[in-house]
């Protein structure tokens, strides 16, 4: 079974712009997470999708976006890009119902510098 | 509110050394704990995991025990490798979520 895919790998772009990231889960999986690693801050939840709807959200601020397709597929926003936005985005699969330990797998990440 | 401490890094072990890395965690209820491994430039592995209290995860050679009344999660192994260099995450899931409350990692490097 094929694990999480993200595209692109590595993104760089300049104060002020947009950018979108994607993601596809794991076959069957139905939840896609969204994380956000840095030096800094470690790593911090940005929000979570199943059902095109999205069901928990970290503290991000409203320019962090994202949307969930009905293949699972999932992608994220950025608008108005800072430079403090520079980091390793991570998308993670999982499973949901009854049953599930709640055990995410995760993609290689999407690495976004902001100059 | 729900919370993982991880004992500060780096680490560093010489091949076959015994491994410690502490986690301990501050949540209501009964959380559900992982420890996520992440090699240089690659994401997040799932290492291994405890759902209840007394638990023990394994993994690779890597174990962890769910210990409820000293809240916390520590990762052992009993002779560590080169290739276990990398930084480990101690995590937990609290509640009928998803939503994962991460330590700051611990990274590990391993000398031949």
């Known amino acids: 079974k094929a694990g999480v895919t993200q595209t692109p790998r590595y993104l760089i772009k300049t104060r002020g712009q947009q950018v979108t990231l994607s993601c596809s889960p794991i076959?069957?999986?139905?939840?896609v997470s969204w994380y956000q690693q840095t030096p800094g801050q470690g790593l911090q939840f940005l929000f979570e999708y199943f059902s095109e709807t999205q069901r928990n959200k970290g503290n991000f601020p409203g320019r962090f976006s994202g949307r969930q397709f009905s293949n699972s597929r999932s992608e994220m926003n950025v608008s108005t890009l800072e430079l403090g936005d520079s980091a390793l985005y991570l998308c993670?699969?999982?499973?949901?119902?009854?049953?599930?330990?709640?055990?995410?797998?995760f993609g290689p990440g999407t690495r976004l510098t902001v100059t | 509110g729900n919370s993982v401490t991880q004992m500060e890094g780096p680490v560093t072990l010489s091949e076959e050394a015994f491994l410690t890395i502490n986690c301990t965690y501050t949540a209501t209820g009964y959380p559900s704990l992982f420890w996520y491994v992440q090699y240089p430039g690659e994401g997040l592995q799932l290492l291994l995991k405890a759902t209840k209290a007394d638990d023990k995860g394994s993994n690779k050679g890597f174990e962890a025990t769910y210990r409820k009344e000293t809240t916390s999660f520590h990762l052992e192994k009993g002779s560590v490798q080169v290739s276990d260099s990398a930084v480990y995450f101690c995590?937990?899931?609290?509640?009928?979520?998803?939503?994962?409350?991460w330590g700051l990692g611990t990274s590990l490097a391993v000398n031949p």
């Open positions: 076959s069957g999986h139905r939840s």
């Open positions: 993670a699969s999982s499973t949901i119902g009854q049953g599930s330990t709640y055990e995410q797998y």
């Open positions: 995590a937990l899931n609290a509640g009928n979520n998803r939503k994962l409350i």
